[in-house]
């Protein structure tokens, strides 16, 4: 077993219920300087999950490096997404459709925005209020940004995080009836352009592997799709007796699953 205190192991993976679902739960790699994370890391936050009541788990989507000690762990892989990289060289003009501006968000923002995730994506893909507000505090520095039409409401919003050198497109989303219109590519610009001012080297974003129509929009836009995809991985804890690798059983295919950036 490592010497890593116990204490120090459960903060290096942040734990939250799937879209408020107290049986289901997400963990997403800490982003800190201990070290990589280690089969005996998750073992113990899958143990606390146990006693908790949780009754499987999903991670975030993971880069080929993250996933060893999950899958050492038992674990399987319940979706693969594309990963996309802007080098923030050339950014393109995206201007707001007439009537749409776009301005930073507030906190009586986040319902309004959270309405425009229920209906723009499919309910395993949606975020909670949880969910949202992981987003905003997974990087040191935070841009979130709403698009509102001539009357104030919102129709779309993105949420862009920077940590050190690394950008992040980690949220966006417009609602159905004002797809279409260029209001995701403008708000893909602004906040590809506020990486870029505040020191971010790249940006990365993920979809889903059968997402055409985004990942056309962040081909067009001047992302490029990475050889190496990511990863949703799943555990089931029911029965399992605890342990690397006991017991685990292969997601269903309807089974939840994290929420990946992705516009409309």
Do not use: K
């Not at 089969?39 to 989507?61: F, K, Q």
């Not at 309405?115 to 905003?136: I, S, Y």
């Not at 342990?243 to 929420?259: F, I, K, N």
């Amino acid at each position: 077993m490592s010497a890593l205190p116990a204490r120090r192991r459960s903060a290096r993976l942040r734990v939250r219920p799937w879209q408020g679902d107290a049986r289901v739960a997400h963990v997403t790699p800490a982003l800190d300087h201990l070290g990589p994370l280690t089969v005996d890391d998750v073992d113990h936050v899958l143990d606390d999950l146990r006693r908790r009541g949780y009754r499987s788990v999903i991670t975030a989507a993971l880069r080929a490096p993250d996933r060893g000690p999950f899958l050492a762990a038992g674990f399987v892989e319940a979706a693969h997404l594309h990963l996309l990289l802007h080098d923030l060289g050339d950014l393109p003009a995206a201007a707001c459709p007439p009537g749409i501006g776009i301005r930073r968000a507030r906190r009586v923002d986040h319902a309004r925005a959270l309405a425009v995730d229920r209906a723009a994506f499919a309910p395993f893909w949606r975020l909670d209020e949880a969910g949202l507000v992981e987003a905003l505090s997974a990087t040191a520095s935070v841009h979130f940004q709403v698009a509102r039409d001539a009357d104030g409401e919102v129709v779309g919003y993105a949420v862009c995080g920077r940590t050190g050198p690394n950008g992040y497109v980690q949220r966006l989303a417009v609602a159905p009836e004002h797809q279409g219109r260029g209001i995701g590519a403008a708000l893909l610009v602004d906040g590809l352009r506020w990486l870029r001012r505040w020191g971010a080297r790249d940006a990365l974003v993920n979809t889903q592997e059968d997402n055409a129509r985004s990942l056309r929009l962040y081909q067009r836009l001047g992302f490029v799709v990475q050889a190496e995809g990511l990863a949703v991985l799943q555990r089931d804890l029911v029965g399992d007796g605890g342990g690397s690798g006991a017991g685990h059983r292969t997601a269903e295919p309807d089974h939840r699953r994290p929420a990946a950036s992705e516009p409309r």
